[in-house]
C-alpha cells in the first residue's frame, strides 16, 4: 500500500483527505460537478490527493461521509437568491438601469464567469493575446484576473510595457460601458482560441522521474546533462529531490537528515504539508522530542507560502548533499513491494 494509502486509511484523514474520498464515492458526474465549482488552485490540490488514493478502508469512507452529511444538516436549508429573482425585484423597485448597476456591484459584471475560464490557459499564451491590444485594454484585462494569474501574465509581456500597464492598472477606479463590450469581444476571442494553445508538457518532471529510475549510473548521467545545459538540470535535481519523497524513507536515514535539520526549520517545513510526509518525520522522531516538536508547530502560526517553500528547498538541499556525500541512501520513487 502506497503512503498516500496508509494516510487516508485511518480514521483521523485530514479534511482534503475526506473531500477525496467524499468525491471518490460520488461517481463519476456527480464529482465532474462539484469540481467544476472549485477554483484552479482548489481543484488540483484535491485531484493531485485523489490520484494518490488506493485501498481506502471502510471505516475511513464512512468517517469521511458521516462527517460529510452532519456538516450538510447543520446549513439552514435557507439560499440566497438568484440573480434572476433579485433582477426582477430591483427592476420593479429601481428600474433596468438602476437594478443593473446594484447587480453587478453584487455579483461582478458578466464578463467575470468567462474570463474565470481563462485561469486555465497558460500565462504566456494570455500574455501574447493581449499583448497586441492597446494599454488601457490590457490594463482592464488584467484588472478581473485572479490577482496570482494576473501576475504571472504581467511576467510574461514585454518588459518594457510591465511597468505602464502597472500605473494604469493601479490608477483604474471605473470602467466605461464601451470598454467593457471590447473587453468582453477580447474574451470571448481568448475563449474561442484557447482549445488552440500549446499543450503543457512537463519535461523537466519527466526527466527527472527517468532519472529516477535508473538503476545505475544516475550521477553520471546528470552531469553529461550538465554539461548541455547546467540550469535546467538544476531543475531536474529539485525535482528530482522532491519534498514528498522524505514520506518514502527508512527511519535510518530520517534520523541522519534530522541530525544536520534544527526542529524549527521542520515545524516550518511541514507547515501544510501531506500527512504521509509529516507523519513519516514525526514516527522517526523520539517520543518526547514529537511531543516538542509538534507543540512548537501549534506555536508558529501560520506562515506564508513562500517562507514553507524556502524552508523545503534548504531541507531537500542538505538531503542531496548528505546522498551525493554517500551519508545515506535515498529511495527517490515509489518501488512495487512484493508480499
Not at 485523489?50 to 446549513?75: C, H, N, P, W
Not at 453584487?106 to 494570455?126: E, H, M, N, T, V
Not at 490608477?171 to 481568448?190: M, Q
Not at 534548504?314 to 556525500?325: N, P, R, S, T
Request: charged fraction near 25%; proline fraction near 4%; aromatic fraction near 4%.
Amino acid at each position: 500500500m502506497s503512503d498516500a494509502s496508509n494516510a487516508v486509511a485511518q480514521v483521523a484523514a485530514s479534511p482534503l483527505e475526506q473531500a477525496a474520498i467524499v468525491l471518490l464515492s460520488m461517481g463519476e458526474e456527480p464529482a465532474a460537478a462539484v469540481l467544476r465549482c472549485l477554483s484552479r488552485e482548489e481543484l488540483l490540490e484535491v485531484t493531485q490527493v485523489m490520484s494518490r488514493i488506493s485501498g481506502i478502508k471502510v471505516e475511513a469512507v464512512k468517517t469521511s461521509l458521516q462527517r460529510f452529511f452532519d456538516e450538510y444538516r447543520q446549513q439552514s436549508g435557507v439560499h440566497g437568491a438568484s440573480r434572476s429573482y433579485l433582477k426582477r425585484s430591483l427592476d420593479l423597485a429601481l428600474g433596468s438601469d438602476i437594478a443593473d448597476s446594484v447587480l453587478n456591484s453584487i455579483y461582478g459584471d458578466a464578463i467575470r464567469p468567462k474570463l474565470a475560464r481563462l485561469q486555465w490557459a497558460s500565462p504566456k499564451w494570455l500574455a501574447e493575446r493581449i499583448s497586441l491590444e492597446h494599454v488601457r485594454m490590457q490594463t482592464v484585462f488584467l484588472a478581473f484576473l485572479p490577482p496570482a494569474l494576473a501576475g504571472q501574465v504581467i511576467g510574461a509581456l514585454p518588459a518594457g510595457t510591465r511597468d505602464l500597464v502597472l500605473v494604469n492598472l493601479a490608477r483604474l477606479n471605473e470602467v466605461d460601458h464601451e470598454l467593457l463590450v471590447e473587453l468582453d469581444e477580447l474574451v470571448e476571442r481568448c475563449l474561442a482560441s484557447l482549445g488552440l494553445q500549446s499543450t503543457s508538457v512537463a519535461g523537466v518532471r519527466q526527466v527527472a522521474e527517468i532519472l529516477n529510475r535508473l538503476p545505475d549510473n544516475r550521477a553520471k548521467m546528470v552531469e553529461v546533462l550538465r554539461s548541455h545545459d547546467a540550469e535546467v538540470v538544476a531543475e531536474i535535481e529539485r525535482s528530482m529531490y522532491d519534498f514528498f519523497i522524505l514520506s518514502r524513507q527508512t527511519e535510518p536515514t530520517l534520523l541522519r537528515i534530522m541530525e544536520d535539520v534544527p526542529v524549527e526549520q521542520w515545524a516550518i517545513a511541514l507547515k501544510g504539508a501531506e500527512p504521509a510526509v509529516r507523519d513519516s518525520i514525526i514516527r522517526a522522531m523520539p517520543r518526547r522530542q514529537a511531543q516538542s516538536f509538534e507543540e512548537t508547530m501549534r506555536r508558529s502560526g501560520p506562515l506564508s507560502r513562500s517562507r514553507v517553500e524556502q524552508a523545503r528547498n534548504e531541507i531537500m538541499a542538505q538531503v542531496k548533499a548528505l546522498a551525493d556525500a554517500g551519508e545515506i541512501e535515498v529511495q527517490l520513487f515509489a518501488e512495487a513491494v512484493l508480499e
